[in-house]
């Protein structure tokens, strides 16, 4: 990986582009995860690179729905995989919810490289999670035409609740027919994603599952009465507007600091 000194202003963010690029050279991200990246790293920049309100309160509503469900699952596609590969395989086995492979671009000379790489981290991590692999057990999502209707027949087909990561705007209202709950992160909140999902959480993928992990002890400890009232009593709607306030904002604080008002 090519050196980045820390205390380059933006150092988290250029880090985040070195793995994405190495991601490539592993034949783990798709090239066109290169695209999608550079889409996210504009909008977490409109939003001032930071975990806002909203995205915290979203996120404590994925977990207790995360809690609460029968069958959860983490679908993984190539981005997330190079960008929180240690959070993820920690959240998958602290909550003991399966992750599943699950590629659009290019799928079948990717997706063993991307389980090959997830099972390299969680040896070294010494953790055992479950990683499926959508294709090796294959159930089709109704409405889709497009190959990610693929999806594994023990995860996101008989999930009831999906944490689908940088996900495409058509699987999403897909999955919100089949009657799942879907939970969203997109850095954009005008996305169809982000409209369509159940919970969506506009903040960075990798800053998301840290954040989760360090709120999950807190949950825990809370009545399950105390979940399902967070659940009930959230809007995805006013999540999504708050993030449109806080770029607009942001770009004017920032504005007005070079004196570009
Ligand atoms: O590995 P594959 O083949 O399954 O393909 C994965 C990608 C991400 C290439 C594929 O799902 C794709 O094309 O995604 P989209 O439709 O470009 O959507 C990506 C969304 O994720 C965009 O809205 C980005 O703003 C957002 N995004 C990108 N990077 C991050 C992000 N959101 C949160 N955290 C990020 N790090």
Redesign the pocket.
């Known amino acids: 990986m090519r050196d980045i000194p820390k205390s380059h202003p933006r150092y988290k963010s250029l880090l985040?582009r070195e793995r994405v690029v190495e991601g490539v050279e592993r034949g783990v991200?798709?090239l066109?995860?290169l695209?999608?990246?550079g889409?996210?790293e504009a909008?977490y920049y409109l939003l001032g690179e930071r975990s806002h309100p909203f995205a915290i309160r979203a996120t404590e509503v994925a977990l207790a729905l995360m809690l609460t469900a029968k069958h959860p699952v983490i679908s993984v596609?190539?981005?997330t995989a190079v960008?929180a590969p240690e959070l993820l395989i920690r959240l998958a086995v602290e909550m003991d919810i399966p992750l599943e492979v699950n590629?659009?671009?290019?799928r079948e000379r990717r997706e063993r490289k991307v389980w090959n790489y997830l099972m390299q981290v969680s040896k070294s991590l010494n953790l055992e999670p479950r990683i499926l692999i959508a294709s090796e057990s294959p159930a089709f999502i109704p409405e889709l035409e497009s190959w990610r209707r693929l999806v594994h027949s023990e995860g996101i087909y008989k999930a009831d609740v999906v944490l689908v990561?940088?996900?495409?705007g058509d699987r999403t209202e897909a999955l919100v027919k089949m009657g799942k709950k879907v939970i969203a992160?997109?850095?954009?909140p005008l996305?169809r994603?982000a409209r369509a999902a159940t919970v969506t959480i506009v903040d960075?993928?990798?800053q998301v599952i840290k954040n989760m992990l360090s709120i999950l002890p807190s949950l825990r400890n809370l009545p399950e009465s105390s979940l399902y009232e967070k659940i009930r009593s959230y809007s995805n709607a006013q999540t999504l507007r708050e993030a449109i306030s806080a770029i607009r904002e942001n770009l004017e604080l920032e504005a007005s600091k070079l004196g570009l008002t």
């Open positions: 985040l991200v798709a066109q995860g695209i999608a990246h889409r996210g909008f596609n190539g981005n960008l590629l659009f671009y290019d990561p940088l996900e495409d992160i997109d850095l954009n996305s994603t960075e993928l990798s």
